[in-house]
Antibody, heavy 122, light 110 residues
Framework: QVQLQQSGPGLVKPSQTLSLTCDIS??????????WNWVRQSPSRGLEWLGR?????????DYAVSVKSRITINPDTSKNQFSLQLNSVTPEDTAVYYC????????????WGQGTLVTVSS | QSALTQPASVSGSPGQSITISCTGT?????????VSWYQQYPGKAPKLMIS???KRPSGVSNRFSGSKSGNTASLTISGLQAEDEADYYC??????????FGGGTKLTVL
């Protein structure tokens, strides 16, 4: 059973970088099936898929068009975790951020972290 | 991509069946059998209930079932129980590595 544990600050200033980490237990970030995602939820935008990373003999990354210029999702194999960085945040980026695992299929979000409310405010 | 359309709320009495619809377009729901459904309690993370239109993950009650016709997917909950009261979201793959979610439906068990 995969378990995901998120960590990171709940308050970020405008124009700065939002950084969150998702620790994985019960599986490996380097598995050759599935994918590791970030999804956010806000009253104004609802649920929104942000991006993913996955390993198929090498690492791949896919990002939503809405955040593509500002987002980076990276795996850390030494810590069995993956991270989210979102640059140049504005108050519109205020949301609950979730990490989510897709496995075995990459087309659904099978396991979720507990969520982190990130508020963008000075 | 625009969000998938779900009714804002549905309700039913214990023991009854309810259906939640999820309407998309020929670019998402209509093109792929890759609709999933999530249950979310207040303050909690979503939980996968149905994947690929009608597949139930291990541990999900067989009272939950999914289907699709054209551009509309549906989630049916039979034998409604008090514990089913939650928000439900649909999600569809929309091609080009994008996913679109519905706006959510609040289920009230009367």
């Amino acid at each position: 059973q995969v378990q995901l544990q998120q960590s990171g600050p709940g308050l970020v200033k405008p124009s700065q970088t939002l950084s969150l980490t998702c620790d994985i237990s019960g599986d490996s970030v380097s598995r050759n099936t599935g994918a590791w995602n970030w999804v956010r939820q806000s009253p104004s935008r609802g649920l929104e898929w942000l991006g993913r990373t996955y390993y198929r003999s090498k690492w791949y990354h896919d990002y939503a068009v809405s955040v593509k210029s500002r987002i980076t999702i990276n795996p850390d194999t030494s810590k069995n975790q993956f991270s989210l960085q979102l640059n140049s945040v504005t108050p519109e980026d205020t949301a609950v951020y979730y990490c989510a695992a897709s496995m075995p299929s990459v087309y659904s979000f099978d396991y979720w972290g507990q969520g982190t409310l990130v508020t963008v405010s000075s | 991509q625009s969000a998938l359309t779900q009714p804002a709320s549905v309700s039913g009495s214990p023991g009854q069946s309810i259906t939640i619809s999820c309407t998309g377009t020929s670019s998402d729901v209509g093109s792929y059998d890759l609709v999933s459904w999530y249950q979310q309690y207040p303050g909690k993370a979503p939980k996968l209930m149905i994947s690929e239109v009608s597949k139930r993950p291990s541990g999900v009650s067989n009272r939950f079932s999914g289907s699709k016709s054209g551009n509309t997917a549906s989630l049916t909950i039979s034998g409604l129980q008090a514990e089913d009261e939650a928000d439900y979201y649909c999600c569809s793959y929309a091609g080009s590595t994008t996913w679109v979610f519905g706006g959510g439906t609040k289920l009230t068990v009367l």
